[in-house]
């Protein structure tokens, strides 16, 4: 076993300026900071859990989230650009708690340590201790929200979707990058799955879309300033976004009236029924093209929170073009479903994190 190591930063007696003094006062990763801190302080004994009393000390779990968090917020692309970015940056060295005289670690021991972390329910915990702290600040509706999920390309090519069984075929032509055919083949999810990702299923955004090999991502937003609740990665198939959609629902605290909104694909009368089972009012888009109608009528969409909500619920797109395009998750470097959530849930606590600072009050000018 390895022993946790110790989150403790200090000037070193030979250092003439610490990482401190060298970012200014008004920095914007400052209040991210000064948040993460408080949220980190408070998940020590999951820290504790996950390492052995003895051995040899460990990267501590502390310096490894912010590190992860800074490649979201900076959009690092990999590792080891993160690792020569915090040797070469001073405020990078501040913010994951380097002095400037620390070594940096390589990029196959962040790695190796990081991966302790995404086999733990770190991920949960960092988002759940980020929602109750905007919670306390007033920022967070109890009442309103809005749920949606997008598809994320998993890292797996086309050519590993293979069929299950595999007896009668002939063996690759180049093994590492074979020669494949897909004309004429009927592939689907139930006779074939990825050599390299199983879980990845294939999946299109929608007709005349080309398929992938994809995962879907859900999230819960809240509906007061937008920002994230909850966050489920489901495996792609049709019923994926509804089914995370009551899951994250029942999550929600207390047993008041709530209302959700989401777009057309939510309206059917098996969510419809079972979101008023659940004491919550369905505020999803009207699909009159359905057969049979729209599973809502004119007693919901006649109220006026019933258009607020249509108007907010499209701010839950800010959240995925956020997390694809500046946490990088429009491609996923992940395999696995396990990995693949925890990496997930971490971007929808960066992205509250990144919201938050800006919903901070600004000291009156004396």
């Known amino acids: 076993m390895i022993m946790r190591g110790i989150d403790h930063q200090q000037g070193d007696m030979f250092s003439y300026l610490s990482p401190e003094q060298r970012v200014r006062k008004d920095h914007p990763l400052r209040a991210v900071r000064a948040m993460t801190d408080e949220i980190l302080e408070r998940m020590w004994p999951l820290f504790d859990a996950m390492y052995a009393e003895g051995g040899r000390p460990s990267i501590p779990p502390e310096k490894l989230l912010r590190a992860q968090l800074l490649q979201m917020l900076y959009s690092v692309r990999s590792e080891r650009l993160l690792m020569e970015e915090i040797d070469s940056s001073i405020l990078y060295r501040w913010f994951v708690g380097l002095n400037l005289d620390e070594r940096v670690w390589d990029a196959t021991r962040f790695t190796k340590h990081r991966d302790r972390l995404l ?64 004309h004429g083949q009927k592939r689907s999810n139930e006779t074939h799955e990825s050599t390299t990702d199983p879980d990845a299923r294939l999946a299109r955004k929608g007709k005349g879309k080309e398929a992938k090999l994809s995962y879907n991502g859900n999230l819960l937003v809240e509906n007061r300033n937008g920002l994230i609740v909850n966050a489920e990665l489901f495996e792609a198939n049709g019923r994926a976004e509804r089914d995370a959609a009551l899951v994250m629902l029942e999550q929600i605290p207390g047993d008041g009236h709530i209302t959700v909104g989401g777009d057309k694909g939510f309206d059917t009368a098996e969510f419809v029924n079972e979101c008023r089972h659940m004491n919550v009012t369905p505020h999803v888009a009207q699909n009159t093209s359905r057969p049979g109608g729209s599973a809502i009528d004119a007693r919901t969409t006649r109220r006026a929170g019933y258009a607020v909500s249509q108007k907010k619920r499209k701010r839950i797109e800010e959240c995925f073009g956020w997390m694809k395009d500046i946490a990088l998750l429009r491609k996923l470097k992940h395999r696995g479903l396990l990995k693949v959530g925890w990496i997930f849930t971490f971007a929808a606590a960066a992205y509250n994190l990144a919201r938050m600072r800006k919903l901070i009050p600004v000291p009156a000018a004396s």
């Open 119 to 182: 086999e733990a329910a770190a991920a949960k915990e960092f988002l759940a201790q980020v929602v109750e702290r905007a919670r306390a600040a007033g920022w967070i509706s109890d009442e309103h929200f809005t749920v949606d999920g997008t598809l994320l390309d998993a890292w797996a090519s086309l050519k590993s979707f293979q069929p299950k069984d595999k007896q009668g075929t002939a063996p690759p032509d180049d093994s590492g990058n074979p020669t494949v055919d897909f």
